[in-house]
T-cell receptor
Framework: DAKTTQPTSMDCAEGRAANLPCNHS???????VYWYRQIHSQGPQYIIH???NNETNEMASLIITEDRKSSTLILPHATLRDTAVYYC??????????FGTGTRLKVLA | DVKVTQSSRYLVKRTGEKVFLECVQD?????MFWYRQDPGLGLRLIYF???????EKGDIPEGYSVSREKKERFSLILESASTNQTSMYLC?????????????FGPGTRLTVL
């Protein structure tokens, strides 16, 4: 499984876009990139995933570089409720998620 | 909405006690998982199950066992609780058939072993 590097913490102003980067330079061809977030005192929540194309859903957009060595999760209009720890998880689908320490995003009023 | 529920939010047990953590999902998911979460270590997989009565070890199965007698229920058992098993325990479930299906997590059980 690929190793990931994410910033320890980030701040974002409410209403602005939050861009959360993830480096996964050792990702292999069959590994998808999943993003989850964990709001304080709750279990992780799925956000989005992708293989090589950019993806968008009602929660976020995922931009994956052409070489697949990094990705960026974009929350287009961050709200206070988006304050959470965000995990970037490459997975080969072997039922094993490697949760690192993630990025602690704080959305500021 | 998928719902994964765990029997307790907080649990305090004594060293040597047998502890049962229960997890129930209501979406007919084939796969169920047990993780523990510790500061600085992230979530680590203890066991998972891909069908009734089937189980596979995760990364840290030592000191734990599991039981899945019904599709909707997955139990984590600490045969003889120890202080190093004090942790947050998270249960998750996912659809089968495609290993990349997203996992839905319960709220967690914070277990303290004294």
């Amino acid at each position: 499984d690929a190793k990931t590097t994410q910033p320890t913490s980030m701040d974002c102003a409410e209403g602005r876009a939050a861009n959360l980067p993830c480096n996964h330079s050792t990702i292999s061809g069959n590994e998808y990139v999943y993003w989850y977030r964990q709001i304080h005192s709750q279990g992780p929540q799925y956000i989005i995933h992708g293989l090589k194309n950019n993806e968008t859903n009602e929660m976020a957009s995922l931009i994956i570089t052409e070489d697949r060595k990094s990705s960026t999760l974009i929350l287009p209009h961050a709200t206070l409720r988006d304050t959470a720890v965000y995990y970037c998880i490459p997975t080969s689908g072997t039922y094993k998620y490697i949760f690192g320490t993630g990025t602690r995003l704080k959305v500021l009023a | 909405d998928v719902k994964v529920t765990q029997s307790s939010r907080y649990l305090v047990k004594r060293t040597g006690e047998k502890v049962f953590l229960e997890c129930v999902q209501d979406m007919d998911h084939e796969n169920m998982f047990w993780y523990r979460q510790d500061p600085g270590l992230g979530l680590r997989l203890i066991y998972f199950s891909y069908d009734v009565k089937m189980k596979e070890k995760g990364d840290i199965p030592e000191g734990y066992s599991v039981s899945r007698e019904k599709k909707e229920r997955f139990s984590l058992i600490l045969e003889s609780a120890s202080t190093n098993q004090t942790s947050m325990y998270l249960c998750a479930s996912s659809l089968g058939g495609f290993a990349y299906n997203e996992q839905f997590f319960g709220p967690g059980t914070r277990l303290t072993v004294l």
